[in-house]
């Protein structure tokens, strides 16, 4: 969907409460790197949209521009210019923590055991208010509200060893999603969580290297694909190439399948899954699971698109643009009034009338949030001439917030933590609503029943699928840093 979730309503004053996350982009031994960063945050424009960021080193220099907004309204020709050098790290940041204030903005750069030091970061750290306390208590004064900068303090105050050892030490002390990159003059470090719950790769750029969240990063910039970065693995890259390191035990891997169903483009490919693909995969299984009779099936633009071919194809009827999409409305984008809205003034979706008119129409959504969303676009279609509108959405029914870095509504907002299916199917006024089954989503991706996380787990292949079910796999801590046992205990996951 691509950045809709949270603006798909702009019109509406509310909508689907989630966002994406961030993402992040780092270039070692390249030529115009800062060039090459910009193209990259493009392509990763879709992981965050209000705030962009890059810095480069140039001997033992550090350059760098930040600033709110898109790609395109952050940097000009000038800004790059004066990004000089061949090491870059960029950013683009959705405010999942700490307030979308420029101070938040990444890469971050502090000065650290005598040298500068830049850091991005993808995702959240769940124990990041408990550490910052700690912090603050010893007398760290923190810049920014964002739980990034816990990051930065714990290698401040690192003793002994090297930089990479402080990093070491410091990502072995914080828990929760993340994908960093920290840039300084001797090296790019690149760091994916010991649960791999937020993606990383690593490419290779003519004689340099490249890491990013998604590899349609790599295709933008003509960099080649070499391998995803491990769980719990950090790599150093440098003038001696790439050295892997194991900064900790890959315990149970839970890539989070949002980053699937919704989050990442389709063109990416996460831990050797091409993302259209098993969205399409997800569709043909939702298609065999909850079967209707329908003249046409459509898709929510964009990220349901995939689904809605795959449910066509395995339902042998006819798939087709139901719903156009205006891509074009910025953050800056003046929201109509409520007299606006009421009198029908819709800017992010209209239906293709001719499409769906007196048709049986099967509209294929990747999930439902608060389900506002969802009954504003069934009653579109029906003010369009839809006959009957059966609701199929391609992922399990989304019950419990998420802490790693996707900024959700609270449980009792999520329609599914309140309302049984039949009450849904009422409540966004659908003729009827069917989910994907937890088991045919990971069958859809590729995994054995094992990768549910329904028990402590092995090393295997596995997800993260706790907003389905409640089980997260890591610890979670209350607002005073104490470790919220019943969490996952109450409900026989992980603690
Ligand atoms: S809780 Fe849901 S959105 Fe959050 S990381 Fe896990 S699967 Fe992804």
Same mark, same amino acid.
């Given at each position: *969907?691509?950045?809709?979730?949270?603006?798909?309503?702009?019109?509406?004053?509310?909508?689907?409460?989630?966002?994406?996350? =961030?993402?992040?982009?780092?270039?070692?031994? =390249?030529?115009?790197?800062?060039?090459?960063?910009?193209?990259?945050? $493009?392509?990763?424009?879709?992981?965050?949209?209000?705030?962009?960021?890059?810095?480069?080193?140039?001997?033992?220099?550090?350059?760098? !521009?930040?600033?709110?907004?898109?790609?395109?309204? %952050?940097?000009?020709?000038?800004?790059?210019? &004066?990004?000089?050098?061949?090491?870059?790290?960029?950013?683009?940041?959705?405010?999942?923590?700490?307030?979308?204030?420029?101070?938040?903005?990444? /890469?971050? %750069?502090?000065? %650290?055991?005598?040298?500068?030091?830049?850091?991005?970061?993808?995702?959240?750290?769940?124990?990041?208010? %408990? #550490?910052?306390?700690?912090?603050?208590?010893?007398?760290?004064?923190?810049?920014?509200?964002?739980?990034?900068?816990?990051?930065?303090?714990?290698?401040?105050?690192?003793?002994?060893?090297?930089?990479?050892?402080?990093?070491?030490?410091?990502?072995?002390?914080?828990?929760?999603? $993340?994908?960093?990159?920290?840039?300084?003059?001797?090296?790019?470090?690149?760091?994916?969580?010991?649960?791999?719950?937020?993606?990383?790769?690593?490419?290779?750029?003519?004689?340099?290297?490249?890491?990013?969240?998604?590899?349609?990063?790599?295709?933008?910039?003509?960099?080649?694909?070499?391998?995803?970065?491990? /769980?719990?693995?950090?790599?150093?890259?440098?003038?001696?190439?790439?050295? /892997?390191?194991?900064?900790?035990?890959?315990?149970?891997?839970?890539?989070?399948?949002?980053?699937?169903?919704?989050?990442?483009?389709?063109?990416?490919?996460?831990?050797?899954?091409?993302?259209?693909?098993?969205?399409?995969?997800?569709?043909?299984?939702?298609?065999?699971?909850?079967?209707?009779?329908?003249?046409?099936?459509?898709?929510?633009?964009?990220?349901?698109?995939?689904?809605?071919?795959?449910?066509?194809?395995?339902?042998?009827?006819?798939?087709?643009?139901?719903?156009?999409?205006?891509?074009?409305?910025?953050?800056?984008?003046?929201?109509?009034?409520?007299?606006?809205?009421?009198?029908?003034?819709?800017?992010?979706?209209?239906?293709?009338?001719?499409?769906?008119?007196?048709?049986?129409?099967? *509209?294929?959504?990747?999930?439902?949030?608060?389900?506002?969303?969802?009954? &504003?676009?069934?009653?579109?279609?029906?003010?369009?001439?839809?006959?009957?509108?059966?609701?199929?959405?391609?992922?399990?029914?989304?019950?419990?917030? =998420?802490?790693?870095?996707?900024?959700?509504?609270?449980?009792?907002?999520?329609?599914?933590?309140? #309302?049984?299916?039949?009450?849904?199917?009422?409540?966004?006024?659908?003729?009827?609503?069917?989910?994907?089954?937890?088991?045919?989503?990971?069958?859809?991706?590729?995994?054995?029943?094992?990768?549910?996380?329904?028990?402590?787990?092995?090393?295997?292949?596995?997800?993260?699928?706790?907003?389905?079910?409640?089980?997260?796999?890591?610890?979670?801590?209350?607002?005073?840093?104490?470790?919220? *046992?019943?969490?996952?205990? !109450?409900?026989?996951?992980?603690?």
């Amino acid at each position: *969907m691509n950045g809709e979730w949270g603006d798909a309503w702009p019109d509406a004053g509310s909508g689907r409460h989630w966002h994406e996350e =961030c993402g992040v982009f780092g270039a070692w031994g =390249c030529d115009h790197a800062a060039q090459l960063t910009y193209y990259a945050l $493009y392509a990763l424009q879709h992981r965050g949209q209000e705030s962009a960021g890059i810095a480069t080193v140039d001997g033992g220099e550090m350059f760098h !521009h930040r600033g709110l907004g898109l790609v395109a309204e %952050v940097f000009g020709p000038e800004d790059l210019e &004066r990004l000089a050098g061949k090491a870059a790290v960029g950013h683009v940041r959705y405010s999942t923590t700490g307030a979308n204030k420029l101070v938040n903005a990444q /890469p971050m %750069v502090f000065d %650290v055991h005598g040298g500068p030091l830049a850091l991005g970061h993808n995702g959240n750290l769940v124990n990041a208010g %408990v #550490l910052r306390r700690e912090l603050e208590d010893q007398g760290s004064i923190f810049q920014s509200t964002s739980d990034t900068e816990v990051v930065a303090h714990l290698i401040a105050r690192h003793r002994g060893g090297s930089l990479v050892d402080a990093i070491v030490d410091s990502l072995r002390t914080v828990q929760g999603a $993340y994908a960093f990159v920290f840039l300084t003059p001797d090296g790019l470090v690149a760091a994916r969580d010991p649960q791999g719950l937020r993606p990383m790769a690593l490419g290779r750029f003519g004689s340099g290297w490249v890491v990013a969240s998604e590899t349609c990063a790599f295709d933008t910039i003509g960099a080649e694909f070499v391998r995803d970065i491990e /769980p719990g693995e950090l790599l150093v890259i440098n003038g001696g190439g790439v050295q /892997p390191v194991r900064f900790a035990e890959a315990s149970r891997k839970a890539l989070c399948t949002f980053e699937y169903i919704y989050f990442a483009r389709p063109d990416s490919d996460i831990d050797g899954r091409n993302v259209h693909l098993v969205r399409k995969a997800m569709g043909k299984r939702l298609a065999e699971e909850a079967p209707t009779e329908a003249d046409v099936v459509i898709g929510v633009p964009d990220s349901s698109i995939s689904a809605a071919v795959g449910y066509a194809e395995a339902a042998g009827i006819p798939y087709e643009m139901g719903l156009i999409k205006n891509k074009y409305i910025g953050r800056t984008f003046i929201q109509p009034s409520q007299a606006l809205r009421e009198r029908g003034v819709r800017l992010k979706l209209n239906p293709v009338r001719k499409v769906v008119e007196g048709k049986r129409v099967v *509209m294929v959504d990747d999930s439902i949030v608060r389900g506002t969303t969802s009954r &504003r676009i069934v009653q579109m279609l029906r003010d369009a001439g839809a006959r009957e509108v059966h609701v199929r959405i391609s992922s399990p029914p989304v019950r419990f917030p =998420c802490y790693y870095g996707i900024d959700t509504s609270a449980r009792e907002e999520l329609l599914a933590a309140r #309302l049984s299916v039949e009450e849904m199917t009422r409540a966004i006024g659908a003729d009827s609503l069917a989910f994907l089954s937890e088991d045919g989503m990971l069958q859809a991706l590729g995994a054995g029943p094992e990768a549910a996380g329904r028990g402590q787990g092995g090393p295997g292949d596995t997800f993260c699928n706790a907003c389905f079910h409640g089980r997260y796999p890591t610890r979670l801590y209350d607002d005073l840093g104490k470790h919220v *046992m019943e969490m996952a205990a !109450h409900r026989g996951g992980y603690s």
